[in-house]
């Protein structure tokens, strides 16, 4: 029984870590503003308002090097690590707050 509650319990963790889109974009608020109202560095868009598509794209776009302006390494950081399902949960995040 304890086993199972643990292994209940990980699970949980787990998939909160992997799909919690407030807890991914933590890190992101930094720079982008707790409701990605900031111009991040001073230099990006301000990304409320956008629509989980175009966050998605620009995302993946940071990823392989297509998209992005003259920081756009900064952002290659940020988003190297993320798979394609935690990007999708982030730009709906985004998508939601405002
Ligand atoms: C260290 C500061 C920093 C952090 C942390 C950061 N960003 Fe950015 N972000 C930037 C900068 C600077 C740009 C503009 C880069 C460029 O020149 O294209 C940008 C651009 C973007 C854009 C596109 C806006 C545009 O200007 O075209 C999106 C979407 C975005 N970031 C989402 C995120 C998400 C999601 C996270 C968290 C995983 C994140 N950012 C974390 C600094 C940051």
């Known amino acids: 029984m304890k086993k199972m ?15 919690d ?18 111009k991040a560095l001073g230099k990006s868009e301000v990304i409320a ?4 598509q175009k966050i998605e794209q620009s995302l993946k ?3 392989d090097g297509s998209y992005g302006g003259a920081l756009k390494g900064t ?7 993320l798979n394609e399902e935690q990007i999708k949960t982030l730009s709906a995040y985004i998508d939601s707050l405002m």
């Open 61 to 63: 776009g940071y990823q």
């Open 5 to 19: 509650m643990i292994l209940v319990a990980t699970l949980f963790a787990t998939a909160l870590m992997a799909n």
């Open 75 to 81: 952002m290659k950081a940020q988003v190297k690590g």
């Open 21 to 38: 889109g407030a807890a991914l974009y933590k890190k992101c608020a930094v720079c982008h503003g707790a409701m990605g109202e900031k």
């Open 49 to 52: 308002g956008w629509d989980a």
